[in-house]
């Protein structure tokens, strides 16, 4: 059964940088800084993962890494892009992050990632709570969880048109307190017409709701990054399972 990102796994990267531009090239430099800080050359649990947009980078700098996503379309991409790359030491799962298999949760990883709006796919308290208690289990004694909980920014309609990009997003609330993200785009790449839609629902979390409900699965907050991501629109908080309060911290790579 089709999934997010399915409809267009094969030009997700090219749409989003011409959406983009080098904000996420940002995000994801900010990003594998705090790793380094965080689990130097340790064991890399990526959730929701995509194309491979930070899995790729982090394996080419030595982690080991497991790249978690619900799309198999889209972990098919980070395969090829890892071959292409000659990246043969990231292990691909198919799954959601709200139902993690019991192979990965055998607490064999130093850091866990839910970054890039991800947590906003859950969209349930109950798949909140099953994602909470899936990544304790997965990571081992001391590790950390790194997060990011969107603002209202994300929750926002959209038009994008240059650059050879027609892409229309809309997102509508729903009576639930969920949104429907509606996706129809038109992309030219290689003087190749491409078009796909894409529709699944999202939810905006508070910061103050992922903190009780990773606490009540026995996280403790340890570091509010937000200010080491500026223009991501999101609040950054890194975790520390029930042992992981002993590791330190980096300060900004920019201070």
Same mark, same amino acid.
């Given at each position: 059964?089709?999934?997010?990102?399915?409809?267009w796994a094969? &030009?997700? #990267?090219?749409?989003?940088?011409?959406?983009?531009g080098?904000?996420?090239?940002?995000?994801?430099?900010?990003?594998i800084?705090?790793?380094?800080?965080?689990?130097?050359g340790?064991?890399?649990? /990526?959730?929701?993962?995509?194309?491979?947009?930070l899995?790729?980078?982090?394996?080419?700098?030595?982690?080991? !890494?497991?790249? &978690? /996503?619900?799309s198999? %379309?889209?972990?098919?991409?980070l395969?090829?892009?890892?071959?292409?790359?000659?990246?043969?030491?990231? =292990?691909? !799962?198919?799954?959601?992050v709200?139902?993690?298999? &019991?192979?990965?949760?055998?607490g064999?990883?130093?850091?866990?990632l +839910?970054?890039?709006?991800?947590?906003s796919?859950?969209?349930?308290?109950?798949?909140?709570?099953?994602?909470?208690a899936?990544i304790?289990?997965?990571?081992?004694?001391?590790? /950390? +969880?790194?997060?990011? !909980?969107?603002?209202?920014?994300?929750? =926002?309609?959209?038009r994008? =048109?240059?650059?050879?990009?027609d892409?229309? &997003?809309s997102?509508?609330?729903?009576? #639930?307190?969920?949104?429907?993200?509606?996706e129809?785009t038109? !992309?030219?790449?290689?003087d190749? /017409?491409?078009a796909?839609?894409?529709?699944? =629902?999202?939810?905006?979390?508070?910061?103050d709701k992922?903190l009780?409900?990773?606490?009540a699965?026995?996280?403790?907050?340890?570091?509010?990054r937000?200010? %080491?991501?500026?223009?991501s629109?999101?609040?950054y908080?890194q975790?520390?399972?029930r042992?992981?309060?002993?590791?330190?911290?980096?300060?900004?790579?920019?201070?």
């Amino acid at each position: 059964m089709p999934t997010a990102h399915d409809s267009w796994a094969e &030009v997700y #990267d090219e749409v989003n940088r011409r959406s983009f531009g080098g904000l996420l090239d940002d995000l994801t430099a900010r990003t594998i800084y705090i790793v380094d800080c965080i689990a130097p050359g340790g064991r890399i649990l /990526d959730l929701g993962a995509g194309t491979g947009r930070l899995a790729l980078p982090l394996a080419q700098r030595g982690y080991r !890494v497991t790249a &978690v /996503d619900a799309s198999g %379309e889209m972990l098919t991409k980070l395969r090829c892009k890892a071959e292409q790359m000659s990246i043969g030491s990231i =292990r691909t !799962v198919t799954a959601s992050v709200a139902d993690l298999p &019991v192979s990965l949760r055998r607490g064999e990883f130093d850091l866990a990632l +839910l970054v890039f709006s991800v947590v906003s796919y859950l969209v349930s308290e109950h798949e909140l709570r099953r994602a909470a208690a899936g990544i304790r289990d997965a990571l081992a004694d001391g590790g /950390d +969880l790194l997060i990011d !909980v969107p603002g209202m920014a994300l929750f =926002r309609s959209a038009r994008y =048109r240059q650059d050879g990009l027609d892409r229309s &997003v809309s997102i509508e609330p729903r009576s #639930d307190g969920t949104f429907d993200y509606i996706e129809a785009t038109k !992309v030219c790449i290689g003087d190749v /017409d491409r078009a796909y839609e894409d529709r699944f =629902r999202l939810r905006r979390w508070r910061p103050d709701k992922i903190l009780d409900t990773f606490g009540a699965e026995g996280f403790t907050p340890k570091a509010d990054r937000t200010d %080491e991501f500026p223009g991501s629109g999101a609040t950054y908080l890194q975790l520390a399972s029930r042992r992981g309060a002993h590791r330190t911290m980096c300060s900004d790579p920019a201070g």
